[in-house]
C-alpha cells in the first residue's frame, strides 16, 4: 500500500502545480459606510481572466464590485469612474473579465451607495489558460498516424522477440 501512495502523490503534485488557476484573495472585508476599498492586482502576463465573486453578508446590502486600472483610482476618488468591469449594486454577484495589457489593476468594493459599512466575502482568482491553440485537422491525423505506425512497431518488433525466445527456450 505505500507503494501506490508514493506513487500517487507524485501525480497529484503535478497536476496540482500544473494548475492554469490562481486564487488572489477568498476573505471577508469590511467596506465603511460610503466608502469604497480596493485589492492590488499586478497582472504582468498577457492575457488573463479576472474572475470575481462577491456576496454581501447582510442580505439588504448593496456594493458594486469592478476592475479598474489602478492610475484611475484618484479619479474614482473624485467621483469619476473608469472601471474596466463593474456588477450592478446587488447583495451578490460576479464577473468575468478578460485583461490583454499587462499592468497594474485594482478590484474595487464600492459602498458609496449605502451610509452603513458592511461586510463582504470577496473571491478573486486568476485563470492563465488562455492562448490555449489546436493542431489543425491534417496535423491531428498525422500525430495519430504516427503513434499507431510507432505503438505497431513497438508491439511488432516485442512479438518476434518473445517468439524467438519461446522457439528456442530450453524446456521445450
Given at each position: ?12 503534485l ?12 477568498n ?9 469604497w ?10 492575457p488573463v ?5 462577491f456576496?454581501a453578508?447582510a ?19 473624485r467621483g469619476?469612474?473608469?472601471f474596466?468591469?463593474?456588477t ?5 454577484g ?15 468594493v ?9 461586510s ?12 490555449v ?10 500525430v495519430?498516424l ?9 508491439v511488432?518488433y516485442?512479438a518476434?522477440k518473445?517468439l ?5 527456450a530450453?524446456?521445450?
Amino acid at each position: 500500500m505505500p507503494c501506490g501512495i508514493s506513487l500517487t502523490l507524485p501525480a497529484l503534485l503535478v497536476l496540482w502545480f500544473a494548475s492554469t488557476r490562481v486564487e488572489l484573495v477568498n476573505e471577508v472585508y469590511s467596506i465603511p459606510a460610503a466608502d469604497w476599498k480596493y485589492l492590488d492586482v499586478d497582472l504582468r502576463q498577457q492575457p488573463v481572466s479576472v474572475d470575481c465573486e462577491f456576496q454581501a453578508l447582510a442580505e439588504d446590502a448593496r456594493v458594486r464590485v469592478g476592475l479598474i486600472r489602478r492610475e484611475n483610482l484618484r479619479g474614482l476618488r473624485r467621483g469619476r469612474e473608469r472601471f474596466l468591469h463593474a456588477t450592478e449594486l446587488a447583495s451578490r454577484g460576479s464577473f468575468h473579465y478578460t485583461v490583454r495589457e499587462p499592468g497594474e489593476y485594482a478590484v474595487v468594493v464600492d459602498n458609496r451607495s449605502d451610509q452603513r459599512p458592511r461586510s463582504v466575502q470577496l473571491r478573486v482568482s486568476l485563470d492563465f489558460a488562455l492562448d490555449v491553440r489546436y493542431l489543425s485537422r491534417q496535423r491531428q491525423l498525422a500525430v495519430i498516424l504516427i503513434s499507431f505506425a510507432v505503438f505497431f512497431g513497438i508491439v511488432t518488433y516485442s512479438a518476434r522477440k518473445l517468439l524467438r525466445a519461446v522457439k528456442n527456450a530450453p524446456w521445450l
